[in-house]
Nanobody
Framework: QVQLVESGGGLVQAGGSLRLSCAAS????????MGWYRQAPGKQRELVAN???????NYADSVKGRFTISRDNAKTMVYLQMNSLKPDDTAVYYC??????????WGKGTLVTVSS
């Protein structure tokens, strides 16, 4: 059974930092992308950052220069280092894995709250 478990969310003041972690377990077909999405209240889920294939990274414009995504070589962990956090970054953050069979797997999410 495939399972993604996020951790590291919490309450932080604007300008602060948090590091999110996602542990992937179970039987995956070949993973083609690992990443983080977020959903703020009343808004659609959006891509924050992902790592594709051999390591190419993509970031939402709103987080470029502040967030950094990384993963381990075994593709069992994916991280999101978030610096210079803003109140607009407040959301539930979801870990995502996309495999070669075009299946998407999701974690249950971790809440990040940034106070002004």
């Amino acid at each position: 059974q495939v399972q993604l478990v996020e951790s590291g969310g919490g309450l932080v003041q604007a300008g602060g930092s948090l590091r999110l972690s996602c542990a992937a377990s179970g039987s995956f077909s070949s993973i083609t992308a690992m990443g983080w999405y977020r959903q703020a209240p009343g808004k659609q889920r959006e891509l924050v950052a992902n790592i594709i294939g051999g390591g190419r990274t993509n970031y939402a414009d709103s987080v470029k220069g502040r967030f950094t995504i990384s993963r381990d070589n075994a593709k069992t962990m994916v991280y999101l280092q978030m610096n210079s956090l803003k109140p607009d970054d407040t959301a539930v953050y979801y870990c995502n894995v996309h495999d070669i069979l075009f299946r998407d797997y999701w974690g249950k999410g971790t809440l990040v709250t940034v106070s002004s």
